[in-house]
């Protein structure tokens, strides 16, 4: 791999990832999946089946294990992946309380939107970024309130460095959208109440389904306190003023696909073959610093993110900063970023790998844990290759 690119001849590389699928959702999956890890899917049977609930049931024990999810929280599957098990939080947990949240990606903006026009809560904090790669002060937080936040930015690249900020003696929940940090990142399940995510992201399974991790404080909330507006059906998970025990017991409140449960355990079984959680970290910063040790020693590319301490293990955000690059206007940069991804994907060396719609143009690199760190390595020749072929094509049209 070269340190700089001649834009007058240009070698196109020879070695390719053996998977190009670097989306940030859904993800890649584990290493070695086929089409024969399904073979056990309950194909026609029923989810209340003994045999359905078995399988949902393994799903739960098989995450509190890996991820060592203390044993008096609760942990449940939702409907509609991650965002409706943030969903699902927000409008059974908030209103007791004022609320502090805290957005730097789209997504946790959406969160922003649900609290704040839908819910119509009247005591809300909003702290938001205004600049995509950077954090807002999150020691503003006042923990006489509830706090929403998302541990890691999908679509910006950009992550809390640690929960140090959170109070220990807090008397508000605290509600992490953590989608693309769990089984990546380690989470201190003591600063959190309650833990959202989707098999999607890091566990590298099929859409449509979500997970939620409860405290003890977050048990209490739901039996303490009743909103006052309608739940829709997907969201009720209590009865008579107490937590509905089988929603957190192999039972779930819509019908699941037994092909993705089965997709699901497959990971969770990977999962705990190398190790758990902390292989999981480990596989992740291996992928990671191949990537920050090619920006380093790159001077035409660089992170989102500015801050080292903040900057995206799994869902790894670039901007160009090429003089050439530099000089264009906005139209001019989106499709100069349009025209580098189109080439790898051209070359099936790189695919879904631009950044995300709302976010600067540029580049988005899933280096998660499913991701095997010889295709971070082989993909970076590629991402030169094409850099270097479309700023040929610009200075030929100027």
Not at 126 to 131: E, I, L, N, Q
Not at 274 to 280: D, F, L, N, S, V
Not at 341 to 367: F, Q, T, V
Request: a neutral charge.
């Amino acid at each position: 791999m070269t340190n700089t690119i001649a834009t007058n001849t240009i070698i196109k590389p020879t070695t390719k990832p053996k998977n190009p699928g670097f989306s940030s959702g859904p993800t890649a999956k584990r290493p070695g999946w086929s089409f024969d890890a399904l073979g056990g899917a309950l194909i026609g049977r029923s989810h209340r089946s003994k045999e359905g609930k078995a399988k949902l049931q393994q799903i739960i024990d098989l995450t509190r294990e890996t991820l060592g999810v203390p044993a008096d929280y609760k942990i449940a599957i939702t409907a509609a992946s991650d965002t409706g098990a943030v969903e699902l939080a927000l409008w059974n947990l908030l209103g007791a309380r004022p609320v502090d949240v805290f957005a730097w990606d789209t997504f946790g903006k959406d969160w922003v939107t649900d609290i704040v026009e839908e819910l119509k809560l009247p005591n809300v904090r909003k702290f938001v970024s205004s600049t995509y790669g950077q954090l807002p002060d999150l020691t503003q937080a006042n923990f006489a309130h509830d706090i929403v936040f998302t541990w890691n930015g999908t679509t910006s690249g950009v992550k809390i460095p640690n929960a140090d900020w959170i109070s220990n003696a807090r008397e508000g929940l605290t509600i992490c959208d953590a989608t693309s940090a769990v089984y990546a990142m380690p989470l201190p399940w003591d600063k959190l109440d309650v833990v959202t995510y989707s098999w999607q992201k890091v566990l590298g399974g099929e859409g449509a389904h979500g997970m939620i991790i409860l405290s003890p404080r977050a048990i209490k909330r739901l039996e303490t306190h009743t909103p006052t507006w309608p739940l829709p059906k997907t969201f009720r998970i209590v009865k008579k003023g107490k937590v509905n025990e089988a929603f957190f017991n192999g039972e779930v409140i819509n019908t699941p696909s037994m092909i993705c449960i089965e997709d699901a355990l497959d990971a969770l079984h990977w999962v705990k073959s190398i190790g758990g959680a902390k292989a999981m970290v480990e596989r992740n910063l291996a992928n990671y610093k191949i990537l920050a040790d090619w920006i380093e020693r790159t001077p035409w590319i660089d992170f989102l993110a500015s801050d080292p301490a903040t900057r995206s293990t799994t869902s790894v955000c670039f901007v160009f900063n090429d003089p050439d690059y530099l000089t264009l206007n906005e139209e001019g940069r989106a499709a100069f970023a349009k025209r580098v991804n189109a080439l790898l994907e051209k070359e099936n060396a790189a695919l879904d790998a631009n950044a995300y719609r709302d976010a600067p143009p540029g580049l988005r690199i899933w280096a998660g844990s499913t991701v095997e760190s010889s295709d971070i390595a082989a993909v970076l020749p590629w991402i030169e290759w094409a850099f270097a072929t479309a700023k040929s094509e610009l200075r030929a049209a100027a």
